[in-house]
Structures are given as C-alpha cells and as structure tokens.
C-alpha cells in the first residue's frame, strides 16, 4: 500500500500554488538598457531581437512605461562613439557627456526611478579592456583610481546603485572608500562578484561595440571552472563593502548562484545575460521552443537557486506577460 503520495498537493492548480516554493516577480527584476546619443534614435541589437540602443529622450519615454508595469531599477550601458574613447577613459568623467547627462536628466524627470550605473573602463576604452593597459598588460591597482572617480561622477548625477564590473582585485573597497569621503554614503554597490569568462557575452558586446581590442579577458574575470573561487570573491566583496553580489551569467552558474546564497547573508543577485536572451530568442524563431515557457522557466530557475535579484533583457516582455 502506498502510504505517501506527493500527486495530491499537484492535483489541481489551486492546490499547486498553494504549496509553491518559489515564487516569481515584476519586483525580483533589474532591465538592462543600452544607450546612444542623439535624438529620437532607436536601433536594434541584431543579435538581440526586441532590444534597441535608444537615444535619452526615447531611452527615459521606455523607462516610464515599464515603471507602468512595475520594473523600478534599470542598469544603464552607453555606447560611446569610437572617436571619444581613451586609454584613459577620461569620457566616462565628462559632465556633458552621453552618460552621466543622460543619468541627471533620468533623476530629474523620473526621480522615483532605480538608476544602477556599469563602472569599468570598457565601453570607454580604446583598448576595449575594463582595466588600464600598460604594454598589452591590464594593470590592476592603477585601475583602481579611474574607476574610483568613474564611480563618485556617477553618484554625483545621482546613480543609486554602483555596479563595479571589473573584476579589478579590491575595486570594491577602494570605490566604497571614496563614496564615503565624498559623502555619497547611502550610494549602494552591486558587485560583480563572480563575473565569469564566459562565452555567453557576445550580443552585449556587439550591442556597445566594446569588444577587446587584443586578447580576451580571463586574466581578470574568471575561469568557468572554478566554484570555490567565487566564495573568496564574494568574501572579500563583502568585507569590502558590497551591499549585493552578483553572479554573471546565470544559466550556467545556478550552483554558484546557490553557493553565494548559502554561504552570505547579503541579497545575491543574477545576470541573466545577452547570450542566454539570445539563445532564446533564435530557437523561439525557429518554432523549436515556446519563448514564453522557457524564459519563465530560466528565470525562475535563477530566483529557486538563491537570486533575490535577476537583471534580464526579459524584465519588460515579462511584466506584460504577466501584468495584473
């Protein structure tokens, strides 16, 4: 005779829902937005369907309709034009450049709107890397300065959240210091603390024309084989200062995402990033998988495995699925 029958808590959906373990919302979600210059200039990211490099008058008219849906906090990424970018990134200090204008304006016209800021030297670069780089070598501690200064210019156009995605050795604590000296106290920071080499990054990097321009980055982000690692990362991270850590990409990475969950009292944080979007999308637009059902799926697999956050390109398309 069989005694325990789990099928009973799954025998209507009334019934699944009231013993459901993990549950999935418009609020667990950041929207990552790319931005250009320019007026009334919208552009999609070929790699990307249904995502668009949007100039700020259109970029804050988007943010507005999803905060309609419920999406409070966008991760903003500029695409700088070739001609602005230096080995120092000096544009990303710029008062009337692209990104930080952009962001002023955003707080100005939306000021109930979550703003969190990328800080490396990438998408300023005319190396492509997100340190500084000495004779084909990314120097870690001479980084340190410029992203600094990239971070308290960023807080002083009101930024929110500061999100260091670097993966320069004590980037967090260093940034954390100067906020502090500069009074921007309350100015939080979303380390990428696990930010692994992966190869799911190539629509993002096709979306800011911000690949490197010799080498690849796995002297500084890390090895897709390593898990203990990140335990050490997101140990100093927080001893650093980090009020969220992140694991970037997330698909591949729930252990980690499970791990940083179990092992640290502070919110974790996934990236659902541009190749796991993309995946999606093409298989979607072949008839070979329900786009819907998968990205429910995926993102509730992320938020089961521990994220109290999950930043996606879905974040929009999931609010109108799912709006009440």
């Known amino acids: 005779m069989i005694t325990h029958r789990p099928r009973r808590n799954r025998k209507s959906q009334a019934i699944r829902n ?13 929207f990552p937005m790319f931005l250009i210059d320019g007026k009334n200039k919208k552009s999609e990211v070929k790699s990307m369907p249904g995502i668009y490099r949007l100039s700020s008058d259109l970029l804050i008219k988007e943010m507005e309709s999803c905060m309609k849906l419920g999406i409070s906090t966008f991760d903003l990424f500029p695409n700088i034009a070739d001609k602005l970018k230096k080995k120092t990134a000096s544009e990303s200090l710029n008062e009337k450049g692209l990104y930080l204008r952009t962001i002023r304006e955003i707080k100005k016209k939306l000021p109930e709107a979550v703003i969190m800021s990328d800080v490396a030297m990438d998408p300023y670069s005319s190396d492509g890397h997100d340190g500084f780089v000495v004779n084909g070598e990314i120097k870690n501690d001479e980084t340190l300065d410029i992203l600094a200064k990239m971070a308290l210019a960023q807080a002083a156009a009101g930024v929110d959240i500061i999100g260091p995605s670097d993966m320069m050795d004590g980037r967090v604590g260093y940034i954390r210091e100067e906020l502090d000296m500069a009074g921007f106290t309350d100015v939080s920071i979303m380390s990428y603390t696990a930010k692994y080499a992966s190869a799911f990054y190539g629509p993002f990097r096709d979306a800011l024309d911000s690949a490197p321009k010799f080498g690849d980055k796995k002297t500084y982000q890390m090895n897709p084989a390593n898990s203990k690692e990140a335990l050490l990362e997101a140990q100093l991270d927080l001893e650093e200062g980090a009020d969220f850590l992140m694991v970037k990409p997330a698909l591949s990475y729930l252990d980690i995402i499970k791990s940083l969950n179990d092992n640290f009292n502070v919110p974790i944080a996934a990236y659902n990033v541009s190749g796991e979007y993309a995946m999606v999308k093409a298989a979607a637009a ?18 089961r495995a521990g ?13 109108l699925k799912h709006k009440k």
């Open 307 to 319: 994220a109290k956050i999950i930043l996606t390109y879905f974040a929009k398309e999931y609010a």
């Open 18 to 30: 009231l013993v459901e373990e993990t549950t999935l919302s418009v609020k667990d979600l950041i």
């Open 286 to 303: 072949k008839g070979w998988i329900d786009n819907d059902r998968i990205r429910d799926e995926m993102l509730l697999s992320m938020k």
